[in-house]
């Protein structure tokens, strides 16, 4: 199981790959503004989920960025996508249970 940092980088990476910034920015709208990866827990997350195998860095660089950016790239790997796909599994049951308890609509 993932903890919920290590999800949203996930999901963020699930369409492509992506930089830090962008990371961060998909999962406040994604959120609706209720989750805020700060950097220090992004970046933490991000090498956790590269030292498990679940994403590794990328050659997408941006090539419309300034010469001096050095923003590293991530990406899914075939494991990482096996376990955001797991867990997104996991949370739709859970939002079925949640349905039935009455929770939510």
């Known amino acids: 199981m993932l903890t919920a940092a290590g999800f949203h980088v996930l999901l963020a990476l699930a369409s492509g790959s992506g930089h830090g910034y ?3 920015r998909f999962v406040e709208e994604a959120s609706g503004g209720a989750v805020k990866l700060g950097p220090g827990t992004l970046y933490r997350t991000i090498s956790r989920l590269v030292a498990d195998g679940l994403v590794e860095e990328s050659d997408g660089a941006d090539p419309a960025a300034p010469h001096d950016a050095r923003r590293r790239y991530y990406k899914l790997t075939p494991q990482g996508e096996q376990a955001a796909r797991a867990e997104a599994e996991l949370m739709a049951r859970m939002v079925t249970a949640a ?7």
């Not at 349905?99 to 609509?105: K, P, S, T, Y």
Request: net charge neutral.
């Open 99 to 105: 349905r039935e308890a009455g929770l939510i609509a």
């Open 22 to 24: 962008a990371v961060m």
